[in-house]
């Protein structure tokens, strides 16, 4: 049987992030939460096994989502990135390539598939 695909979720709206949780983990995925950029950073620094981090673009706080791929892009490469926004890509702040991008709003159903689509790759 294959590992569960191990999700690390960042996003500042706690019920918003208590039901993406809800949902992944209904569908097999483990999943660690974070309310910011700085919550993330320090989960990974302490437990690096993260398949996919999926995070909010903006955020409150010291680091926006953007920030927060550009780290760990650079610091955990093997982490796939998806970044989640109201705005279209081209609006927002230079990522690396490897970034993936998804835009708000979304469907479940879409996100799942994205998120499946990578684990597969």
Avoid: W
Avoid at 70 to 95: D, M, T, Y
């Amino acid at each position: 049987m294959s590992q569960p695909l191990r999700v690390l979720l960042v996003e500042d709206q706690a019920d918003l992030r208590e039901l993406m949780a809800d949902a992944l983990t209904g569908l097999g995925m483990q999943v660690a939460t974070a309310a910011d950029a700085n919550s993330a950073l320090s989960l990974l620094d302490a437990d690096p096994v993260v398949d996919v981090l999926l995070s909010d673009v903006y955020m409150p706080g010291q680091m926006s989502g953007a920030e927060l791929a550009v780290r760990v892009c650079s610091k955990f490469p093997e982490v796939r990135v998806i970044l989640a926004s109201g705005q279209g890509r081209h609006q927002l702040p230079e990522l690396p390539a490897s970034v993936e991008f998804v835009q708000k709003p979304y469907s479940l159903a879409q996100l799942i598939g994205l998120l499946r689509n990578r684990a597969s790759a």
